[in-house]
Nanobody, 123 residues
Framework: VQLQASGGGLVQAGVSLRVSCAAS????????MGWYRQAPGKEREFVAA????????FYADSLKGRFTISRDNAKNMVFLQMNSLKPEDTAVYYC?????????????????WGQGTQVTVSS
């Protein structure tokens, strides 16, 4: 499975941005998908995850209400809509795939990672 993240960039605080992840090389509908992020000098952290059919969605508590994860199984893509961005959202955002029971919510259970897309939020 190959995951290709895109859509990052340099934005000002308060705006919205959507990052995307295109999957190839596998059966997309058999994977739960997630987004993680890693800020400079910090560990990679969970952002959001969505189950195989999109019926279950999970968010990091601190991001609920601002970030929205979605997927399009027909296009083999997963998205992360980020609203009201803050400078502390600055990080490399990685998409992740998990075929197991943790639905991409547990970093140690992630089986495939994308290459990451940089999101920088200026104040």
């Amino acid at each position: 499975v190959q995951l290709q993240a895109s859509g990052g960039g340099l934005v000002q605080a308060g705006v919205s941005l959507r990052v995307s992840c295109a999957a190839s090389g596998g059966t997309f509908g058999s994977w739960a998908m997630g987004w993680y992020r890693q800020a400079p000098g910090k560990e990679r952290e969970f952002v959001a995850a969505i189950s195989r059919n999109g019926g279950s969605i999970f968010y990091a508590d601190s991001l609920k209400g601002r970030f929205t994860i979605s997927r399009d199984n027909a296009k083999n893509m997963v998205f992360l809509q980020m609203n009201s961005l803050k400078p502390e959202d600055t990080a490399v955002y990685y998409c992740a795939a998990d075929s197991g029971r943790y639905s991409a919510t547990k970093i140690t259970a992630v089986e495939y990672w994308g290459q990451g897309t940089q999101v920088t939020v200026s104040s």
